[in-house]
């Protein structure tokens, strides 16, 4: 089959909603560089739209009736988001499911120490990383550090200009001999990959000019570096050194999203990976009108490391989510809440590899996606003999693909790579469990897990334009 290049399909209006959507995507990336600041994000921007918290209809005995908007956060680390329809629940919610966790470094809970005369943190890489790409690159600190007492105080520092960065040294070439003999996977082992965060003592900012030095100034002491690190924290955040005990700190990339190419086609940013298919998702559920079927947004945590834990799609942060939905439009039983869920249509909203002509030995070029080629569409996903994959139903894809046809949405359908070289998941197969009807589809990524990824602006503005024709016309 013939692969085109959507940007040929266009028109003027066209492009200008595309570079709209690409300018909110961008600024999107920015100011979410982890699954907390992604919710805080989203959450300011659907309630600017109308979107109502769920926990204060129950607080406030409330009822929701068709084009009510509600959401529902846990544990400030994942969303959902609904739309009422006009039809019961029971007949099924037409669905889009992202993930906002991405690879990246986490702070250990007793990181901070001194070697050599610098101050590091020691981190624990998350996700699938080449660890050999986090070295001497800048790098910024988000998160929050949660005091005894319970407060909490954010952290974000190195993306504004006169920020400090972070990073991770890497061997001199003069001196890496050996070093470049090993394969790529042992080049950076995982502990080394700690930050340097500081090199200066901490008496020497005590020093005032013209005078000499003390007795005791002369003698910084044992980890003065550390120290000086310490009381820096202590004077701008309050924290003391055991507050790293309860404290989430992700060490990402530091910069923002920029637009690629001399023609600007494309982005490149950290985190692309699954927050483009988020975002677009997100913005698909702000631009539809009244529904007959109930639509659902799903933003969840823990996707890069298998979808566990309370905040990961194995959860049940989803289905009480829906409980409590249907339980305020007057539907509510177990057996209701299991029709539902069987009945729905579901679009696993990740990315998918694009091919890249630099390494073009590891994909099938007739089943890969292609930067500019469209919303790209997954049967199936897994390692080697569809191991641990959702396979789609041929109904389902035929119903999307009317859709689609409906809609002029411009779609390719991919495989991740060759069948013996590898594979990946996604968090189709847990939603599958409950019988409904799920395939992955999302943008195309290049440097899919590394810290700047490219997407094609084009493919960003068709896939928000193929998840919103999904939620409002699925109905299978």
């Known amino acids: 089959m013939e692969k085109k290049n959507i940007w040929e399909t266009y028109d003027a209006k066209q492009l200008k909603k595309l570079e709209k959507i690409n300018r909110e995507y961008r600024n999107f990336l920015d100011n979410g560089k982890t699954e907390r600041e992604c919710v805080d994000t989203i959450v300011n921007t659907i309630e600017a739209e109308g979107y109502m918290e769920l926990e204060s209809v129950i607080q406030k005995n409330g009822r929701l ?4 908007k509600v959401y529902s956060v846990w544990m400030n680390k994942a969303i959902v988001m609904f739309q009422i329809g006009k039809n019961p629940m029971t007949e099924g919610m037409n669905i889009l499911g992202a993930h906002i966790d991405s690879p990246r470094l986490d702070v250990k809970q007793n990181p901070l120490y001194e070697e050599g005369g610098f101050a590091y943190l020691d981190t ?3 996700g699938g990383v080449k660890k050999y790409q986090w ?4 790098l910024a600190i988000h998160g929050v550090i949660v005091k005894k007492d319970g407060t909490t105080v954010e952290i974000n520092v190195g993306e504004n200009e006169d920020d400090p960065v972070f990073f991770v040294s890497d061997l001199l070439i003069h001196l890496a001999q050996e070093q470049l003999e090993k394969k790529a996977a042992k080049v950076i082992e995982g502990e080394a990959l700690d930050i340097i965060i500081g090199n200066k003592p901490i008496l020497m900012d005590r020093k005032k000019d013209g005078e000499e030095k003390g007795a005791d100034e002369k003698n910084a002491g044992k980890e003065a570096v550390k120290k000086g690190i310490l009381h820096i924290l202590k004077e701008n955040y309050d924290v003391e050194e055991e507050d790293f005990i309860s404290a989430e700190l992700e060490v990402v990339p530091a910069g923002k999203a920029r637009e690629a190419g001399f023609d600007r086609s494309m982005i490149l940013a950290y985190g692309q990976d699954d927050r483009v298919c988020a975002f677009t998702s997100m913005r698909a559920m702000l631009d539809i009108s009244e529904t007959d079927r109930t639509v659902c947004c799903i933003l969840i945590d823990k996707e890069e490391i298998g979808s566990v ?3 990961g799609m194995q959860s049940r942060f989803f289905e009480n989510a829906v409980a409590e939905v249907m339980n305020l439009c007057g539907e509510y039983s177990e057996l209701n809440v299991r029709r539902c869920l069987s009945h729905s249509c579901m679009l696993s909203s990740d990315v998918s590899s694009a091919f890249d002509p630099s390494y073009a030995a590891s994909f099938d070029k007739k089943n890969v996606a292609y930067l500019g080629g469209g919303m790209v569409l997954n049967k199936f996903t897994g390692a080697r003999g569809k191991s641990g ?3 789609a139903n041929a109904e389902y894809i035929a119903h999307i693909r009317h859709i689609y046809e409906k809609k002029s949405i411009h779609f390719q359908t991919a495989e991740l790579g060759k069948v013996d070289l590898g594979g990946g ?3 189709a197969y847990i939603l599958a469990l409950y019988g409904m009807n799920v395939i992955d589809s999302g943008v195309a990524v ?7 990824e490219a997407t094609s602006k084009a493919d960003v503005y068709e896939t928000y334009r193929g998840y919103k024709a999904f939620v409002e016309g699925a109905c299978l």
């Open 309 to 311: 834990g309370a905040t």
């Open 135 to 138: 070295v001497t690159i800048p």
């Open 65 to 68: 009736k068709k084009g009510d």
């Open 425 to 427: 998941g996604t968090i």
């Open 124 to 126: 624990h890489y998350y």
């Open 389 to 391: 994959s959702n396979d």
């Open 446 to 452: 290049l440097n899919m897990h590394a810290p700047w």
